[in-house]
């Protein structure tokens, strides 16, 4: 039995974000790095929708919104979660936003990243998620342009510390783009 497609914010049956939802969600203004959406109001419930409850064909949407946003690249990748979300969710989201962007822009999707252990950055102060980010490591080499995409960005810490990683790898430009930003000064 196939269930009707709902809007992942308002229920209402059709797409996964619905025009009236779409029309709500605020632009990102003044976020530390590219992002479709602010991370508040109708925002944050579309992305929560995404992480928590498994509304995965928000990603397109999302990513509908992201590829404009991006410049040329080579590929696509994506900051990964810790093992344990990804497990406990049955994906990791961040994945989710980089395929759908990789294929809106026509470029390859790559897992070019391996988290190393570390703390979460969700519920942790300002200062701690600027004194101490995840940690990656290259799982491949990567190309010479790389887009790394993230679910939501807050203070650009782990978007920077996976670029690191990249231009570490080899990479000569690594390009940063979220869904959603957090209003500045959260």
Known sequence: MLLPARCARCQAPGPAVCGRCWQALAPARGAVVPAAVAYEGAGAEVVAALKFRNARPVARHLAAAMAPLAPAVDAVTWVPTLASHTRARGFDQGELLARAVARALGVPAR?????????????????????DPPRFAVARRPPRRVLVVDDVVTTGATLRSAAAALRAGGADEVHPLAAAATPPGR
């Not at 897992?111 to 004194?131: F, V």
Request: net charge positive.
């Open 111 to 131: 897992r070019l990243l391996r988290r190393l252990d570390g703390p979460a950055q969700r519920g942790r102060s300002r200062a701690d998620r600027l004194g």
